[in-house]
């Protein structure tokens, strides 16, 4: 069966540094997410992606962060200069349709030093 | 203000007794409602969905939920839990926009 995958599971960095989370949603669908969930907090959006742009992103989502469809197949979150407060685990998710069901990646936890 | 309330945070249950997690949305449209459940250090995983139809609908091991219009509730039912469903499971709502609104999750811990 298809399935989200994300790369590196697990990634520690010091505060200030870019980060760069890698996503390859399942090869024929057509929109992209990325959420996180802060130790214990909820699942949160931060943007989806369609047709190479932006479709929606939340007030998270500022300027430090961006996201690019490099190719084909993968999906990108950077983070530019990383805070302390954006140690999170990082999920992608992909769909066929934006009101159809979104399968979720395993997510990456980033952890900022 | 779209939001999804799931009002237990912990609920501790035996092993072979039934289990109801309490969800109630705030939507302004047609709600798309889903159930995904985490297990410690995984992914998401979903468990069912409703679109429209059928009010009960049925998901993967052994799951249920049922969407209630005029509760605004979406509550996710096992008839008899087993030791390996515990995890945390969290509500979530769609709709007129494609972003997933989560509730806070129901951490479920079984004991034999």
């Known amino acids: 069966e298809p399935e989200v995958t994300q790369t590196p599971s697990h990634q520690v960095t010091q505060m200030g540094q870019e980060v760069i989370l890698r996503c390859v949603p399942i090869s024929n669908h057509l929109y992209f997410y990325w959420y996180r969930q802060i130790l214990g907090q909820k699942v949160e959006f931060l943007v989806s992606f369609y047709n190479n742009e932006i479709s929606e992103k939340s007030e998270i989502f500022d300027d430090q962060f961006s996201v690019e469809r490099p190719d084909g197949s993968n999906f990108t979150l950077k983070i530019r200069s990383t805070k302390l407060e954006d140690s999170a685990m990082y999920f992608c998710?992909?769909?066929?349709?934006?009101?159809?069901?979104?399968?979720f990646g395993p997510g990456t936890r980033l952890t900022v030093l | 203000a779209q939001s999804v309330t799931q009002p237990d945070i912990h609920i501790t249950v035996s092993e072979g007794a039934s289990l109801e997690l309490r969800c109630n949305y705030s939507y302004g449209a047609t709600p798309y409602l889903f159930w995904y459940v985490q297990s410690p250090g995984q992914g998401l995983q979903l468990l069912l969905k409703?679109?429209?139809?059928?009010?009960l609908v049925q998901g993967i091991k052994g799951f249920e939920a049922e969407f209630k219009r005029s509760q605004s509730s979406f509550n996710l039912r096992k008839p008899s839990v087993h030791w390996s469903d515990a995890a945390e499971y969290f509500c979530a709502v769609g709709g007129n926009t494609d972003k997933l609104i989560f509730g806070t999750g129901t951490r479920l811990q079984v004991f034999p």
């Open positions: 409703y679109f429209s139809g059928d009010t």
């Open positions: 998710a992909s769909t066929w349709d934006s009101t159809d069901t979104q399968y």
